[in-house]
């Protein structure tokens, strides 16, 4: 009785830290998201107005859980308010400037990345696996931090302009 205990503590402890290590992902993800849509410069002709809000879209089921919300709430990018919304597909993708696409809606993506690489929309992905990953930007967990690298060529191929220091910050370029 006693050893059946102290493993369901163990197993217990084991899965919070689990999910404690990554909710705390997705704040530093959701932080990262803000930057690079601070960081990234879109064609005039991506935006209906001047004053249309940046869309940040999630395909896939979001990770996020409230973070994304509170890192952009309040917060403008040259006068830009920006908005979050979750999409399942190409017609739900109108209006989208940024794209993150979860874990889960990979495949969903590589279905839509013909037609999305026809937009000014900055793909962001998560993989553990560079190789894998065909977004504009790939975040990765590398031991305990969150790393991103940028395959350059790719955005510059839908007219986005990466800034300099954020191409200095990336773990690795595509061009």
């Known amino acids: 009785?006693?050893?059946?205990?102290?493993?369901?503590?163990?197993?217990?402890?084991?899965?919070?830290t689990t999910q404690?290590?990554?909710?705390?992902?997705?704040?530093?993800?959701?932080?990262?998201?803000?930057?690079?849509?601070?960081?990234?410069?879109?064609p005039t002709e991506a935006f209906q107005s001047p004053n249309q809000p940046i869309e940040i879209c999630i395909l896939g089921q979001d990770p996020f859980g409230n973070w994304l919300e509170e890192t952009v709430q309040g917060r403008a990018?040259?006068?830009?308010?920006?908005?979050?919304?979750?999409?399942?597909?190409?017609?739900?993708?109108?209006?989208?400037h940024v794209v993150f696409v979860s874990l889960g809606g990979q495949k969903r993506f590589r279905s839509l990345l013909s037609e999305m690489n026809k937009r000014s929309v900055l793909t962001v992905g998560e993989s553990d696996n560079p190789s894998k990953s065909?977004?504009?930007?790939?975040?990765?967990?590398?031991?305990?931090?969150?790393?991103?690298?940028i395959n350059a060529e790719a955005a510059k191929q839908k007219h986005l302009r990466i800034s300099?220091?954020?191409?200095?910050?990336?773990?690795?370029?595509?061009?």
């Open 20 to 42: 404690a290590q990554s909710m705390n992902e997705y704040k530093i993800k959701a932080v990262f998201l803000y930057n690079f849509a601070k960081f990234v410069e879109w």
């Open 1 to 16: 009785m006693r050893w059946s205990y102290r493993i369901a503590l163990v197993l217990t402890w084991a899965a919070a």
């Open 134 to 149: 065909d977004a504009d930007i790939n975040l990765m967990r590398q031991g305990t931090r969150v790393r991103f690298e």
């Open 164 to 175: 300099s220091k954020l191409l200095a910050l990336a773990s690795s370029i595509t061009k």
């Open 77 to 96: 990018i040259d006068g830009r308010a920006l908005e979050i919304r979750s999409v399942v597909n190409i017609k739900e993708m109108g209006g989208c």
